[in-house]
């Protein structure tokens, strides 16, 4: 780390090796004797060197030298290994694993359709007569080896590894179920002898190891193609960074460089077509930005100078220059990924029975299957026991599938937080996910959720023999140079209005206003084409004695009952004209609330207007529940209202104020643009600012709990009934007995299943009104 | 009942009630975190089949980092989730990985693979 001042330079070094105190202060000697050094301070507590130096005869390298003489070390501060770099990596060794995998499944699978047909020769009498069983036995057993030793060695490491750690995952079912029959079938092929002795049939079961073999890597292989799908979602969002970005030297130059060098400050230029390669705010030029990635908004977003634009959007049609304020892991694309993981990595509450289930699984399924054994030896005819035992110990292994119980529920969490991601909705956790499945009430924060949260012109009205388009640029003059709200409303209107109509004034440019003077909470005044205009409000005109004629005053009444502010103009002493100004309902508010109630869930509003203004808004989106005249400190209390009458309430807020009610509410839902504290307290951050987000969560929490419940529901009756059946239950009654190959296909197919059901959530649209 | 079925009956049993104690009830190895210099309680985990050291012991209040050494390529380990963290991470194989983390509250935190089956327990005094 550098930093310059004139000809003296800073630099701080992370020291390693030092034990105590004193080594720090045999640092500080070594460096402060060193050539250029003004002044050396160590830090023993934080492993810091500070060094002041004079530019020119002391570097970093110098500095480090030094460090190394007095015998320590100075451990350079690598660049952090970027998500991309990491990612890939790990996506190598992950492909480099399935093509092993699918090695080994080849050489079993190759192998076992060699042994089946084989083992099952040995029952054809012609065959018998001519080869010899002993002489059959060893040449399966030569070929079942290979399939041991090379396709499932791994299962039988793990299942050692993990014995010693006392630990027993899925690998030592598998493991000990093939090892025992693997072992049964080499003793009755060594020592057969022995078995007939004791009146046994000297059986051996290799086409039942090598089967069970083949069949659990098909499943591996399957379960690892599906694996990779569910986390797609983080692999598309990190591969979204922009890999070089086109800086701006302070000579002018515009030089490519790669991402990682982008400094704070850097002035990067981008052309039509590119992405932006990081966070900054627009210096130069203007464009419409595709930023559909960030916030899942499929219009392209229009940007001028003095806007925020993100990396990894997409710049359409003009090119632009934008000042660098954010990079690395601060930026907004690495903020979602790291929110997304954390998701990913979160705990959801309905899982937690699945967890102490699984916690006991095996060891509970390997004591089961040693009852079994007991069991079908103590009481089968004694001729057959020891195959019956035998083969019903290896059924129960091998059917009990741990697998389906632990990935039901992450994967589908896993698809359906990157899928939120994709549409603009970011959950914190599983159980924000969980929370806004039960969800039945929705609490809207008027202002900037329903509402665009900012003033808007609703309506124009110029008295009778005026011409409106005429006089708007009149009063569009004088409020430019405003820097009230509602004059930036008016400007903006008037500006909207232009480029509707094309050029509706006589003059091309905007006119000028001169003499502007601000009234203090009355308006504004100005000379405009040689006329004195006034904007403002009624005291405005009263003060300065302008009358409003009768036809004015019926409108404004009219607009004041609709809750609207008034703003009236006059020109050269008379009352020419009329803004009708609100907060104007966002286009999507209505539909979204509309669908919102269509899922069965109640829409409330809450707002600090006056309860006028609320029944009028309430009205216009079809709300019928509303509160009015909250005040700031009361929304977390309405909150707790509504949770007193049983409901579980989703509360919708973008400000600071609403932070206490969103934390309140059973889950929160912060508004795209919101706050940073709006969005720590929220369970759920919209990326853009409408309402669709809510149904869009809610809907995909509904859909992702539902996959997950079918999940678990299929993972606890597979192995509910699969291991009884496979412990010979049902023999007594039907006399039927599972083959330990079936257990294995069915168990390969377990957990494929439940991982192909989450990702089924990959298709997931949210519905539109 | 034959002696063959008494024999099997007896080591049945036998082998059943040594491995409810062996998994279930015997005794774990606990790690106590050291620290750093810098107040960063430090701890090595090695990865193979289970973690080893399996129970480990920090302090409230004071950053952890665990590190990680993944010695083996069986997929059953790829994933390490400490759920009351919020934390999945990949651990490649034949790597030491560093997982952060600032413990807040005492209790006990249980880390586990991908599928739950490799468990261990962060445990915060």
Same mark, same amino acid.
């Given at each position: ?351 937690? $029975? ?276 909250? $005040? ?88 509910? $009934? ?48 | ?125």
């Amino acid at each position: 780390m550098l930093s310059t001042d004139k000809n003296t330079e800073t630099a701080t070094l992370d020291i390693e090796g030092m034990s105590c105190a004193s080594c720090a202060s045999s640092v500080e000697k070594s460096l402060s004797r060193a050539p250029g050094v003004q002044s050396a301070h160590v830090n023993f507590a934080t492993e810091k060197a500070t060094v002041r130096y004079a530019a020119g005869q002391a570097s970093p390298a110098t500095l480090k030298a030094a460090v190394i003489e007095a015998g320590y070390g100075v451990t350079e501060q690598a660049p952090d290994t970027s998500a991309v770099e990491r990612q890939a990596e790990i996506d190598q060794q992950k492909a480099a694993a399935y093509a092993q995998l699918r090695r080994r499944f080849g050489v079993a699978v190759g192998l076992a359709v060699v042994i089946m047909p084989l083992s099952m020769l040995m029952m054809w009498e012609p065959f018998a007569r001519v080869v010899p069983m002993t002489t059959l036995n060893y040449l399966l057993l030569a070929l079942t080896v290979p399939v041991l030793l090379y396709s499932g060695r791994e299962f039988y490491t793990s299942a050692w590894n993990g014995f010693t750690h006392r630990a027993a995952n899925m690998d030592t079912l598998i493991a000990v179920g093939t090892g025992a029959a693997f072992l049964y079938s080499v003793a009755a092929t060594v020592v057969p002898g022995f078995f007939v002795r004791h009146g046994v049939m000297p059986e051996v079961y290799y086409d039942t190891t090598a089967t069970i073999i083949a069949l659990i890597l098909l499943g591996k292989v399957l379960e690892l193609r599906a694996k990779t799908q569910t986390s797609a979602a983080i692999r598309t969002l990190i591969g979204l960074q922009a890999k070089t970005a086109r800086v701006v030297r302070p000579d002018g130059q515009e030089v490519d460089v790669p991402i990682e060098q982008v400094q704070l400050g850097d002035v990067v230029v981008v052309r039509p077509g590119e992405k932006v390669a990081t966070d900054g705010v627009l210096t130069e030029g203007q464009s419409a930005v595709d930023e559909a990635m960030l916030t899942g908004e499929s219009l392209p977003v229009e940007k001028k100078a003095g806007d925020a634009v993100f990396g990894a959007t997409l710049n359409k049609t003009g090119s632009f220059r934008f000042r660098v304020t954010k990079v690395g892991a601060d930026t907004m694309l690495a903020q979602i990924v790291k929110l997304v993981e954390d998701a990913q990595g979160s705990r959801a509450p309905i899982q937690r $029975l699945a967890d102490k289930v699984s916690a006991i699984f095996v060891p509970t399924v390997v004591v089961i299957a040693i009852l079994t054994f007991v069991l079908w030896f103590d009481l089968a005819p004694v001729q057959s026991r020891v195959p019956l035992a035998l083969v019903n110990f290896v059924a129960v292994l091998i059917i009990a599938c741990p697998c389906a119980l632990g990935l039901a529920t992450p994967t589908a969490i896993m698809v359906s937080t990157g899928k939120g991601a994709e549409h603009g909705v970011l959950i914190r956790n599983a159980e924000a996910l969980e929370k806004a499945y039960q969800v039945n009430t929705v609490l809207l924060d008027k202002t900037g959720t329903i509402t665009r949260g900012e003033p808007a012109v609703t309506d124009f009205v110029a008295t009778a023999g005026q011409d409106a388009a005429r006089l708007l640029p009149l009063v569009a003059a004088v409020e430019r140079l405003s820097e009230h709200p509602l004059a930036a409303a008016v400007v903006r209107y008037a500006d909207a209005q232009k480029s509707a109509t094309g050029t509706a004034t006589p003059l091309t440019g905007p006119l000028a206003a001169t003499g502007f003077r601000a009234v203090e909470g009355k308006g504004a005044a100005a000379v405009v084409a040689g006329q004195p205009v006034l904007v403002g409000n009624r005291r405005l005109l009263a003060d300065e004695n302008v009358p409003l004629p009768p036809d004015l005053t019926t409108q404004a009444e009219q607009l004041l009952s609709q809750a609207k502010t008034v703003l009236y103009v006059a020109v050269a002493g008379q009352a020419v004209a009329l803004l009708g100004v609100a907060d104007t309902v966002r286009d999507t508010s209505k539909a979204a609330i509309e669908r919102l109630q269509r899922l069965g869930i109640e829409v409330v509003m809450m707002t600090g207007d006056n309860p006028q203004t609320a029944a009028q808004v309430a009205a216009q989106v079809g709300i019928t529940r509303y509160f009015a005249e909250v $005040l700031p400190s009361g929304k977390a209390g309405k909150v707790k209202e509504l949770q007193a009458e049983g409901r579980i309430v989703a509360m919708v807020g973008d400000g600071i104020n609403d932070a206490p009610a969103l934390a309140q509410a059973d889950i929160g839902l912060a508004m795209g643009g919101g706050t940073d504290v709006a969005m720590e307290a929220a369970g759920i951050t919209l990326m853009r600012s409408d309402l669709q987000g809510v149904v869009t969560a809610i809907d995909l929490s509904r859909q992702t709990i539902r996959t997950i419940k079918q999940n678990l529901f299929f993972a606890f009756i597979y192995n509910v $009934l699969g291991i009884p059946v496979a412990a010979g239950l049902l023999y007594p009654v039907f006399g039927w007995l599972l083959s330990p190959m079936l257990a294995a296909g069915a168990m390969a197919l377990s957990s494929v299943s439940v991982l192909t059901n989450s990702l089924r959530l990959r298709g997931f649209q949210p519905v539109k009104s | 009942m034959d002696t063959a079925e008494i024999i099997v009956t007896a080591a049945g049993l036998a082998l059943a009630t040594f491995i409810v104690w062996y998994f279930f009830l015997a005794a774990r190895e606990t790690a106590v975190a050291v620290s750093t210099s810098g107040g960063v309680q430090q701890v090595d985990i090695h990865v193979k089949g289970g973690y080893s050291p399996d129970v480990i012991e920090v302090e409230r209040g004071r950053p952890v980092q665990l590190h990680f050494f993944r010695d083996e390529e069986n997929s059953c380990s790829e994933e390490l989730l400490m759920p009351d963290f919020n934390i999945r991470r990949e651990l490649p194989a034949f790597q030491t990985t560093l997982i952060e983390l600032l413990p807040e509250q005492a209790g006990r935190f249980e880390f586990t693979c991908g599928m739950h089956m490799l468990r261990g327990s962060l445990v915060v005094k």
